[in-house]
């Protein structure tokens, strides 16, 4: 095979190729054959080193269906750009719902109540102080039972009082690591939408 040949059978092989993109193809490998004979390069040397004619042209074709693929891929993508963020979104909402909203309330309803409790034994424990100190001002009312020293009820008052901040102290804790993880799960959501 000569210089020739192999050019009408890359020819002959390129036969669904657009004009163009053909008479590309074609100028390339003459290019190939001058500069490789100016080099000092034989015919038959050069066409071996290109292999075959029909071989070259399906990988053009091969190389053109795979840039077909990928830019139908990229249209679809661009006329609809909000489908895969709408279904990301369904598909969270669903399983928010289902699985994540339930325990989600449980939890924060805890917390609320553990809130509540702390601040009800802060004020059971200045109530008990002050119940005690205003005792001997209102004996009908308020009585402190026989045989426990008033002392020792203003103490136990204060201790439930300490007791109560501490408790307040570690809710606050716990509402700020609360409140972080949702946050975070969030932005976990808000990532997944944007399909990131």
Request: aromatic share 10%.
């Amino acid at each position: 095979m000569n210089k020739k040949e192999f050019l009408h059978i890359l020819e002959m092989s390129l036969s669904d190729f657009k004009d163009e993109d053909k008479k590309e193809i074609l100028y390339d490998y003459e290019e190939h054959f001058r500069i490789g004979e100016e080099s000092g390069k034989s015919e038959e040397e050069l066409i071996k080193e290109l292999g075959d004619p029909n071989n070259i042209a399906n990988q053009y074709r091969t190389s053109n269906k795979q840039e077909n693929n990928d830019g139908s891929k990229n249209k679809t993508e661009e006329d609809n750009p909000i489908i895969v963020p709408i279904i990301a979104t369904c598909g969270l909402l669903f399983f928010n719902l289902i699985f994540i909203l339930g325990p989600y309330l449980g939890i924060a309803a805890s917390i609320l109540a553990l809130f509540v409790s702390a601040i009800a034994v802060i004020i059971a424990g200045i109530g008990t102080i002050l119940v005690t100190i205003l005792s001997p001002f209102f004996p009908l009312y308020i009585g402190v039972p026989n045989g426990i020293s008033i002392l020792g009820i203003i103490l136990l008052g204060i201790g439930v009082t300490a007791l109560g901040l501490l408790f307040l102290i570690g809710m606050c804790y716990v509402c700020k690591y609360f409140y972080k993880g949702t946050v975070k799960y969030i932005n976990w959501n808000l990532t997944i939408i944007k399909g990131r």
